[in-house]
Structure formats: C-alpha cells, structure tokens
T-cell receptor
C-alpha cells in the first residue's frame, strides 16, 4: 500500500457510542494531522503530531481524543459526540511539520445520530 | 486577522474552455501559498505551491498559478478544462510556520 489510508470510510454512531478512526501512512513522513471538513467551511485543523509528539490541539473538545503510537499511525477516538460533529474527518501527513505540503487520506465520513 | 478568501463558491465552465479560480490572502508578509484539489469522495491532493522566486508556478494536471504581491492574490488557471477537472479547489496559505489555513473552496462544474 502507498499513501495515506483511513478507516473506516463511513461511520454512523449514536451520541453515547465510542468509536475510533484510524489513519496509516506509508510515506515515511514524520508529521501527521487531523482535519475536520464540514460543508462549505474551511478545513479546520484539529491536531498535529510531530515525531509522535502532539504539537497542536486547536481547542478541540475533549470528546475527541487523538493517539499517535508511532510516526505511521494516527487514531482519533470518539466518545459522546454531538450531531454537529458529523463531518468528513481527514488525516494528512507531511515529511516534516513545517513544509505545508500535506498528503491527505480519503477521509472518514462520520454521522452522529 | 489572517485569512484566506476564495470569492467564488461555484464556477461552471464548458469543457475545453479556460478556467481561473481566485484566491486572496490577508497576512503581514508573503506566506507560502498552495492550491489543493479534492475530487468527489477523495482526499485533497496538492496541485502546486509557491515559496519564492518565479511568480508563475506550474503544477500537475496542466494547472498554473500566479502570485501577485501587490494584490495579495494567488489565482489558479488552466487553459483548457477537461471533464475530469470537476472537483473542489482549495487555496491554502502558511505564514511563517506550518499552520496551513484553507479557504472555503470553489466547486468547479464542467459541462459538456
């Protein structure tokens, strides 16, 4: 496999469920990101990891909990979400944190009922 | 406040016609500039980037963009659009650090 892979592609969950989104990159990159994409709004940066260390938490509610066990894997743990959290969640990676050249996965479409 | 503006929400263009997408930014200094494309059901893909030097930048898929400092703009162009260019296009800027700020996007529809 190459590139950035996200699973699952689609997820429907109730407000009381706990689920996780997974991202894996096969590019040898050192920085990984979570973005939230809502219709007709700019992409919102949620979290940044650089060499497995979290360097950015963009005021994201605690019901979103990221985890980065190594430079190739990134998770987003979800619990007690709200309907307004329904969106496309995009994972991205870059060789280094400061390049701005991101490689994106196809996203996980989340629907919260 | 720093911002990225894409004035056109939706553009419809005929196949074979030229395309220009506008992007304006508001920053104190010249940032790094990018254009990304998102095809339906896909993630974003980098089309081109400007860091410094020649203000006309060539990218993939036949796209180019021109940086105009005096207008704080970084407009994307393609001379002849193909049906496969139907997608959403995002302008993004990174000031003096890695934090990319994205515009809200422009949806391009290509008619036969």
């Amino acid at each position: 496999e190459t590139g950035v892979t996200q699973t699952p592609r689609h997820l429907v969950m109730g407000m009381t469920n706990k689920k996780s989104l997974k991202c894996e990159q096969h590019l040898g990159h050192n920085a990984m990101y979570w973005y939230k994409q809502s219709a007709k709004k700019p992409l919102e940066l949620m979290f940044v990891y650089n060499f497995k260390e979290q360097t950015e938490n963009n005021s994201v509610p605690s019901r979103f909990s990221p985890e980065c066990p190594n430079s190739s894997h990134l998770f987003l743990h979800l619990h007690t979400l709200q309907p307004e959290d329904s969106a496309l969640y995009l994972c991205a990676s870059s060789l280094y944190r400061d390049t701005g050249e991101l490689f994106f996965g196809e996203g996980s479409r989340l629907t919260v009922l | 406040a720093q911002s990225v503006t894409q004035p056109d929400i939706h553009i419809t263009v005929s196949e074979g016609a030229s395309l220009e997408l506008r992007c304006n930014y508001s920053y104190g200094a010249t940032p790094y500039l990018f254009w990304y494309v998102q095809s339906p059901g896909q993630g974003l893909q980098l089309l081109l980037k400007y860091f410094s030097g020649d203000t006309l930048v060539q990218g993939i898929k036949g796209f180019e963009a021109e940086f105009k400092r005096s207008q704080s703009s970084f407009n994307l162009r393609k001379p002849s659009v193909h049906w496969s260019d139907a997608a959403e296009y995002f302008c993004a800027v990174a000031p003096n650090d890695y934090k990319l700020s994205f515009g809200a996007g422009t949806t391009v529809t290509v008619r036969a």
